[in-house]
């Protein structure tokens, strides 16, 4: 049953790809009669629906604010962006894993969280065996619903160039039509399609944890 009733929405990762096309749907729904948005700078975007919060994510989980109902959560980088493992490892884990914390303190039902296709905490690969710790310690925390989106290389306007996965994009894109079967799920997907998905995801009402990977995104947007 989809949920009827005005909502209170928790967004992080807003100056992201996905994070910034999830706020833009947010304040779209009618669903959410509240957006808060938390970030280490303010954004410049105005809406009767949207409180920002320049925060510190290192004192994350000590914040007070008002009851909430759902959590997204876009928050992430790269090694390169980040300086270093550890760094990005603080970014993508630690932060990411305070602010379900944060969420479930202040009554949220519902956590929906941007990982990554191939997350596996027992990779070899350092990131991609990060964004598999990740979903797992947010598993633990038992939220009665955990929506998991994975997709492969995002496209969109970047802010940044970012030029191995300028070339990976083109590459994918030229061999589109060759990722078939299994690796349909290495296709490229447009981070506003991930957005619509999660916003689907998140008006669903269903419990439990749901992955979704490229056919699972497309297929939520025709929903």
């Known amino acids: 049953m989809e949920q009827t009733r005005p909502y209170t929405a928790l967004l992080l990762g807003a ?12 304040l779209e729904e009618e669903q959410y009669e509240k957006v808060i948005s938390l970030g280490r700078r ?26 909430m109902d759902d959590v ?5 980088t790269t090694i390169r962006k980040a ?3 550890a760094a990005f490892r603080r970014v993508d884990l630690d932060f990411t894993v305070a602010a379900a914390r944060l969420g479930l303190k202040h009554g949220a039902q519902q956590f929906v969280l941007v990982s990554s296709i191939g997350a596996d905490p027992e990779s070899g690969n350092f990131y991609l065996r990060t964004k598999g ?6 598993m633990d925390l038992s939220y009665p619903a955990l929506h998991i ?7 969109g306007d970047r802010k940044e160039s970012r030029v191995g996965e300028r070339i990976a994009i083109y590459a994918s894109k030229v061999l589109e039509y060759m990722l078939v079967g299994g690796l349909r799920k290495y296709r ?3 981070a506003a399609t991930v957005a619509d998905a999660m916003m689907a995801a998140g008006k669903s009402g269903n419990t439990g944890v ?14």
């Open 15 to 26: 100056s992201g790809l996905v994070g910034g096309s999830c706020l833009r749907r947010l």
């Open 42 to 67: 303010e954004l410049p975007v105005t809406h009767p629906k949207l409180t920002q919060h320049r925060i510190a994510f290192e004192s994350l989980e000590t914040l007070d604010l008002p009851p």
């Open 72 to 76: 997204f959560c876009a928050l992430g």
């Open 83 to 85: 300086g270093s493992q």
């Open 133 to 138: 710790e990740v979903e797992k310690a947010i």
């Open 149 to 155: 989106f994975r997709p492969s290389l995002l496209v």
């Open 188 to 190: 490229p997907v447009n």
């Open 210 to 223: 749901h992955t979704y990977e490229f056919d699972e995104i497309k297929h939520l947007t025709t929903i």
